[in-house]
């Protein structure tokens, strides 16, 4: 099983990097994931056939566990991001993947925007989007606890989801 990080920071080795690693070890401390910090394709996400952005979308496509990661930027997710999530088709791009929604800002006044803007867009893209969005503090999230208690409570459905999927892509 293939567990995967997106991360749509124009900064690179940025702390939403650092924070989605941390959730996706989390939820699946089996695995080391693999991961995808966008702003290292630079000018490639802008087109369509790139080599290597077309190998990371494989690559997401064929994992069974995506943690997708973004800053909250302009009371949204990044362009990066989205300029990535436009390699995907619409309705089966993500199909078989469970997606996790991740968003860091300032403060809590963005809280609810890994549900009301991420998640959408990987359900439409058709994403398992079973999760609850995850919004973290910027300045506190290693420290806070958050990520620890998030993952904890979310591991085993998680393990449930991805076994769905594998079951129901072997059978």
């Known amino acids: 099983m293939a567990v995967t990080v997106v991360v749509g920071n124009p900064k690179p080795a940025s702390r939403t990097l650092t924070a989605a690693t941390l959730v996706a070890k989390g939820l699946r401390p089996d695995i080391e994931p693999t991961v995808f910090d ?58 078989d993947v469970v997606a996790v929604p991740v968003m860091l800002g300032a403060g809590p006044v963005h809280a609810l925007a890994p549900d009301l803007l991420l998640k959408p867009v990987l359900t439409e893209l058709g994403a398992t989007s079973a999760l609850p969005g995850l919004y973290l503090s910027d300045s506190t999230f290693q420290e806070d606890g958050v990520i620890e208690r998030y993952t904890d409570r979310w591991r085993p459905v998680v393990s449930a989801l991805v076994a769905g999927v594998e079951v129901t892509n072997h059978a």
């Open 38 to 95: 966008l702003v290292s394709f630079g000018p490639a996400l802008l087109g369509w056939g790139d080599p290597a952005v077309a190998e990371a979308v494989r690559t997401v496509r064929d994992s069974r566990l995506v943690v997708f990661a973004s800053p909250t930027f302009k009371a949204t997710y990044t362009g990066l991001l989205k300029l990535f999530l436009e390699q995907f088709d619409g309705g089966t791009g993500l199909a």
